[in-house]
């Protein structure tokens, strides 16, 4: 009861924190679409959108962890697989994210005033419910690699309510990787469901978080979309279950 009364007033403060940080930071991320090229234009949205977050998460008594960012090689670009247990990977994996890159997110959160600015700039948007849409943004994240830029993809959908460490994994993520010959960079994100369970409405808990981005998984000649979701699924679980041991 009384966890569940502060996790209320956390909530109310976080909130708090990010409308007042993100109406700062809006008018410098608003201006990045005068930028020429894409890639580039993208990279300095984020790098704005990287200080944002040194503000907001301190401010909310998050301390953030990045580890294996050596694994980005220069002048190379991947697909970056991420698992999904909170609505606070995408504010911590983007950003941490070396260089620019794109996340596929729903259509939806557009219409959100101020916001959705910010949500669109960074992402490949999809209407899950259109099938044209779900073709069109397979198209879109083609584009975002043959660009130079990362495509950052949540593989088990939506977040993992189930108390396993992964969901099962849906295909797209491994089809556009085995289709560009792009690397697979597994990356774990630890401890987001502590801060915002899935399973809570209103309640926000400062707590240490975490991405750690493991060895790429190279697309070899005899791959197939299966064989590349079975190798992710397997390295992602193996390593979720030791850091929660």
């Keep these: ?11 109310v403060w976080a909130a708090i924190v990010f409308l007042v940080t993100m109406l700062i930071f809006w008018i410098p991320m ?3 679409k005068f930028i020429d090229g894409e890639a580039r234009r993208t990279k300095i949205f984020l790098d704005v959108v990287r200080v944002w977050m040194k503000f907001f ?9 990045i580890r294996g ?6 002048d190379e670009n991947y697909v ?13 994996s983007c950003p941490a994210i070396p260089g620019a890159n794109k996340t596929i997110a729903k259509r939806e959160f557009v219409d959100i005033p101020v916001f959705g ?3 669109s700039r960074g992402s490949v948007l999809v209407d899950r419910n259109n099938e044209a849409s779900r073709k069109e943004s397979y198209h879109q994240m083609k584009k975002v690699l043959d660009m130079g830029m990362h495509m950052s993809i949540y593989p088990e959908g939506t977040r993992n309510r189930t108390g396993q ?13 085995h289709a560009t010959k792009k690397a697979i960079i597994p990356a774990v994100l630890l401890n987001t469901a502590k801060v915002l369970p899935p399973e809570k409405k209103f309640y926000f808990w400062p707590h240490p978080v975490a991405i750690h981005f493991l060895e790429p998984i190279p697309v070899n000649d005899d791959d197939t979309p299966e064989t590349l979701k079975e190798k992710t699924y397997k390295i992602m679980w193996e390593y979720i279950v030791r850091r929660e041991a």
């Design 69 to 74: 960012r050596e694994n980005f090689k220069k």
């Design 30 to 32: 608003w201006a990045t």
């Design 80 to 92: 970056v697989v991420c698992n999904h247990k909170s609505y606070m990977d995408v504010p911590l």
């Design 1 to 11: 009861m009384i966890r569940n009364f502060l996790g209320a007033v956390f909530m």
């Design 57 to 65: 998460l301190p401010l909310c008594g998050i301390r953030f962890t």
């Design 117 to 119: 600015m910010i949500y």
């Design 165 to 177: 460490p992964l969901k099962s994994f849906q295909d797209g993520a491994f089809r556009l990787a």
